[in-house]
């Protein structure tokens, strides 16, 4: 599966913004769904995480209350709501996707994850 991330750019704190990511292929359905940040001098870590039929999401605890990750299988994308950015959410931001079996927990790890978006930068003004 290949993957295009876009929507990234400056936006206000307190603001909104909506990432997206759409898949190409015909099993898009059959993978689950993460986006990850990487921010200058920091390592890539994981946002969000949506399952396949998007009944099990997860949220970094830094996140938690003001994005929301969805995904529209007709569509073949998986969104990123970013609701209240603040200034330490500029990074870069990765759209992925696993063919691995959830096994009751989400999947966080960047190793977990095959397929990787190239990146769409955001940048949160104060």
């Known amino acids: 599966v290949q993957l295009q991330a876009f929507g990234g750019g400056l936006v206000q704190a307190g603001g909104s913004l909506r990432l997206s990511c759409a898949a190409s292929?015909?099993?898009?359905?059959?993978?689950?769904m993460g986006w990850f940040r990487q921010a200058p001098g920091k390592e890539r870590e994981c946002v969000s995480s949506i399952s396949r039929s998007g009944g099990m999401t997860y949220y970094a605890d830094s996140v938690k209350g003001r994005f929301t990750i969805s995904r529209d299988s007709a569509k073949k994308t998986v969104y990123l709501q970013m609701n209240n950015p603040k200034p330490e959410d500029t990074a870069v931001y990765h759209c992925?996707?696993?063919?691995?079996?959830?096994?009751?927990?989400?999947?966080?790890?960047?190793?977990?994850?095959?397929?990787w978006g190239q990146g769409t930068e955001v940048t949160v003004s104060s």
């Open positions: 292929g015909r099993t898009f359905s059959s993978y689950v």
């Open positions: 992925a996707a696993s063919p691995r079996v959830l096994g009751g927990r989400a999947l966080t790890k960047t190793e977990e994850y095959n397929y």
